[in-house]
């Protein structure tokens, strides 16, 4: 997951996106409702499509095998922080689920 989170806030969204699985799935709490993506292209695309200068960094992270959960500080340029709870789950070295929800 450092990898993920180096590449990101590096720029290298390709790089990061790179490390998710073909069949990986993300969830995106907004408000009372859950947005759910399905497959890299369109989990992938989240990330390539994000504004420019997104950053996500990661405090407080729990390695509990092949899932790991994080508090995560979300900045991007002209628009107030925002804290996420967030977990990946990683099979075989590739992402293969993203859950994110507002504090």
């Given at each position: 997951?450092?990898?993920?989170?180096?590449?990101?806030?590096?720029?290298?969204?390709?790089?990061?996106?790179?490390?998710?699985?073909e069949?990986?799935?993300?969830?995106?709490?907004?408000?009372?409702?859950?947005?759910?993506?399905?497959?890299?292209?369109?989990?992938g695309?989240?990330?390539?499509?994000?504004?420019?200068?997104?950053?996500?960094?990661?405090?407080?992270?729990?390695?509990?095998?092949?899932?790991?959960?994080?508090?995560?500080?979300?900045?991007?340029?002209?628009?107030?922080?925002?804290?996420?709870?967030?977990?990946?789950?990683?099979?075989?070295?590739?992402?293969?689920?993203?859950?994110?929800?507002?504090?």
């Amino acid at each position: 997951m450092e990898l993920f989170f180096e590449r990101l806030n590096a720029g290298d969204r390709e790089g990061a996106v790179a490390l998710m699985a073909e069949n990986t799935e993300m969830r995106v709490h907004v408000g009372d409702s859950v947005q759910t993506l399905r497959g890299l292209e369109r989990v992938g695309g989240w990330f390539l499509r994000g504004d420019r200068g997104l950053k996500m960094i990661p405090g407080e992270v729990r390695d509990l095998g092949n899932t790991y959960q994080a508090d995560i500080l979300v900045v991007r340029p002209g628009v107030p922080s925002q804290y996420l709870d967030a977990s990946f789950r990683v099979e075989a070295g590739k992402i293969t689920s993203i859950n994110l929800s507002p504090r």
